[in-house]
């Protein structure tokens, strides 16, 4: 039988942004699946046409819907997020769903403490307003190249946010954002858990989005857990190195790590 793959895309992208991962991945034996997010439209001008149709929608709420898709598969899949993906990824797995997991510059957990300036900037967007917690919003060119694009030309980061943006729920982010000052946060993470499957983070060193520090932070909060626990930095890239013209490199490193792994 086909291993399962679930691919989990993070605020602000589409889930068909993780195409060419799936046509990878089937290429070398997988069953990729791509699922969007709880309420999200079928294609990226669907999702823009209706951007209040995933707002306020929470941690809790994204990680169940993945759980009941998980759930319906032939056998426990490899999940591999991103963003925010990554940090679903992380709470399905510290909750033994899955047979292993892949978080690319996941965002914080509850725990991680750094919070750098250029993170700070990144979530603007949602976090400038209050009023946006149960609102969608949508970032402007501008935004996206300062947050995804900045380790890629002008006229790149141009085209991915052309092809693949759309309007996300604000309110993950203001949960990431107050986790540490939450009892009962959503953004929490049982990172003791001895019993899950393999867990690789990555980060890209320049990442505005979520900074190598906080992805070296994080590996950190899984210090008590014997698990499989790796992390790989990739020099130089930013958030949008899962999309961009690298994306391959990663895609690949990946795919190394499931095999050493025996997934």
């Given at each position: 039988m086909t291993k399962p793959v679930v691919f989990i895309h993070g605020l602000w992208l589409h889930a068909t942004s993780w195409n060419r991962w799936l046509e990878l991945f089937a290429q070398h034996g997988y069953d990729p699946v791509a699922p969007g997010w709880p309420n999200e439209a079928s294609t990226v001008a669907d999702a823009r046409a209706n951007p209040d149709a995933v707002?306020?929608?929470?941690?809790?709420?994204?990680?169940?819907?993945?759980?009941?898709?998980?759930?319906?598969?032939?056998?426990?899949?490899?999940?591999?997020?991103h963003s925010f993906g990554g940090l679903i990824t992380e709470k399905l797995l510290g909750q033994g769903i899955g047979a292993a997991g892949v978080a690319i510059d996941p965002a914080q957990i509850k725990g991680v403490l750094p919070l750098p300036l250029a993170q700070l900037r990144s979530g603007m967007p949602a976090l400038a307003n209050p009023a946006n917690l149960h609102r969608a919003v949508s970032?402007?060119?501008?935004?996206?190249?300062?947050?995804?694009?900045?380790?890629?030309?002008?006229?790149?980061s141009d085209a991915l946010y052309d092809a693949w943006t759309i309007p996300s729920p604000a309110k993950p982010l203001f949960q990431a954002a107050a986790a540490n000052f939450v009892l009962h946060s959503e953004a929490k993470v049982n990172t003791k858990n001895t019993d899950r499957g393999p867990l690789l983070l990555i980060s890209g060193t320049a990442d505005h989005?979520?900074?190598?520090?906080?992805?070296?932070?994080?590996?950190?909060?899984?210090?008590?857990?014997?698990a499989v626990t790796d992390l790989k930095q990739f020099e130089g890239r930013g958030h949008s190195l899962v999309i961009d013209n690298g994306w391959r490199g990663v895609a690949t490193a990946v795919l190394a790590w499931l095999k050493e792994n025996d997934l």
């Amino acid at each position: 039988m086909t291993k399962p793959v679930v691919f989990i895309h993070g605020l602000w992208l589409h889930a068909t942004s993780w195409n060419r991962w799936l046509e990878l991945f089937a290429q070398h034996g997988y069953d990729p699946v791509a699922p969007g997010w709880p309420n999200e439209a079928s294609t990226v001008a669907d999702a823009r046409a209706n951007p209040d149709a995933v707002a306020d929608q929470g941690i809790d709420d994204v990680t169940n819907h993945y759980a009941a898709i998980i759930a319906a598969l032939d056998g426990p899949p490899v999940i591999i997020g991103h963003s925010f993906g990554g940090l679903i990824t992380e709470k399905l797995l510290g909750q033994g769903i899955g047979a292993a997991g892949v978080a690319i510059d996941p965002a914080q957990i509850k725990g991680v403490l750094p919070l750098p300036l250029a993170q700070l900037r990144s979530g603007m967007p949602a976090l400038a307003n209050p009023a946006n917690l149960h609102r969608a919003v949508s970032l402007t060119s501008k935004e996206f190249r300062f947050g995804f694009g900045n380790a890629v030309s002008q006229e790149e980061s141009d085209a991915l946010y052309d092809a693949w943006t759309i309007p996300s729920p604000a309110k993950p982010l203001f949960q990431a954002a107050a986790a540490n000052f939450v009892l009962h946060s959503e953004a929490k993470v049982n990172t003791k858990n001895t019993d899950r499957g393999p867990l690789l983070l990555i980060s890209g060193t320049a990442d505005h989005t979520v900074p190598d520090v906080v992805t070296r932070s994080t590996l950190k909060q899984y210090r008590d857990s014997t698990a499989v626990t790796d992390l790989k930095q990739f020099e130089g890239r930013g958030h949008s190195l899962v999309i961009d013209n690298g994306w391959r490199g990663v895609a690949t490193a990946v795919l190394a790590w499931l095999k050493e792994n025996d997934l």
